[in-house]
């Protein structure tokens, strides 16, 4: 469980990673990294999740730097800045609704009234009254992430993490956990992980909320922008070639404006064509290359 509470940090960028390396048991989950967005709403694709342990301390930053709403990732919790709704948390089972989030409020600032009337807002913000009296052992998934969600947003902190909140859920609870994630929005900025979607879904639609994406693809940075240009059709393809060329294929398509990263080993690509590129430019360099295309095949298809 982690919440905080606010201070005044709406100057400052939403999210700011400069060449950042996380490591953890000594492993590399993230490494050169850098985005940058003033965003109220930032959406992130891919495996994030080297951000999050970073920013519960689960991680280390081995190189650059992170902030959060110009807090230092490892102090954003501490301090108040951010409030951080893991995907999966362990919960105390004994306790009820009302009381966790009482006691989520109570950390945060140590007021005993405050926390109470924090619990009846968010509650009331989110329609958990209902459920108040239920014991956590007694929730089912997507329950639970409403009730990390709230609690992440129970102090107004300036910004709310939320790291992959439809994971695992079937539509109908996906379109309320979206729902609620709207509601975080009305307070705080609101920063929300997910993995690619496909369209329609309710994942689409919780991206297609946000201003600014940023989709991470084996560690390294494939596209950012609108959901408009993230999404765009026929602008990102899965790509397989084979042949003797494959450097010289690589380094032409990133001439050209393309974007690369590494798939499945020697060859295989996502890539991320420039504005106004087609699938053309793919297929004419492979064959100036004499490459022979396994696989070529667009990754959002609108239906």
């Not at 600032?109 to 009331?124: F, I, L, P, Q, S």
Request: with cysteine.
């Amino acid at each position: 469980m982690y919440a905080a509470e606010s201070t005044a940090h709406g100057d400052s960028a939403t999210l700011e990673l400069r060449a950042l390396g996380v490591r953890r048991a000594g492993s590399a989950l993230l490494a050169g990294l850098s985005v940058s967005t003033s965003a109220a709403r930032v959406g992130l694709i891919g495996d994030w999740s080297g951000l999050f342990l970073a920013l519960t301390g689960q991680a280390e930053l081995a190189a650059g730097t992170a902030r959060i709403a110009g807090c230092e990732l490892g102090y954003a919790l501490a301090r108040g800045c951010v409030g951080f709704a893991p995907c999966d948390a362990p919960l105390p089972p004994s306790f009820t609704i009302a009381e966790y989030l009482q006691h989520a409020s109570r950390l945060s600032h140590g007021e005993a009234a405050r926390a109470a009337r924090d619990t009846k807002r968010v509650m009331d913000e989110y329609g958990l009254e209902e459920f108040a009296k239920c014991q956590l052992s007694q929730l089912v998934t997507y329950q639970r992430r409403a009730l990390a969600i709230a609690c992440a947003a129970i102090a107004g902190p300036a910004v709310v993490c939320l790291e992959t909140p439809l994971r695992g859920l079937d539509p109908e609870a996906a379109d309320y956990v979206v729902r609620l994630c709207g509601i975080a929005a009305q307070r705080s900025r609101v920063i929300v992980s997910s993995g690619v979607p496909s369209s329609p879904s309710p994942e689409r639609s919780l991206l297609d909320g946000c201003e600014q994406l940023f989709w991470l693809e084996s560690g390294a940075l494939l596209r950012s922008g609108s959901p408009a240009q993230v999404f765009a059709p026929g602008a990102h393809y899965s790509l397989t070639v084979h042949g003797a060329n494959l450097a010289a294929y690589a380094a032409a398509l990133k001439d050209a404006g393309c974007r690369l990263s590494g798939r499945n080993g020697p060859g295989s690509y996502w890539v991320a064509l420039p504005e106004q590129g087609t699938s053309d430019l793919l297929l004419d360099t492979a064959l100036a290359l004499e490459l022979v295309v396994l696989e070529l095949e667009p990754l959002f298809v609108v239906r």
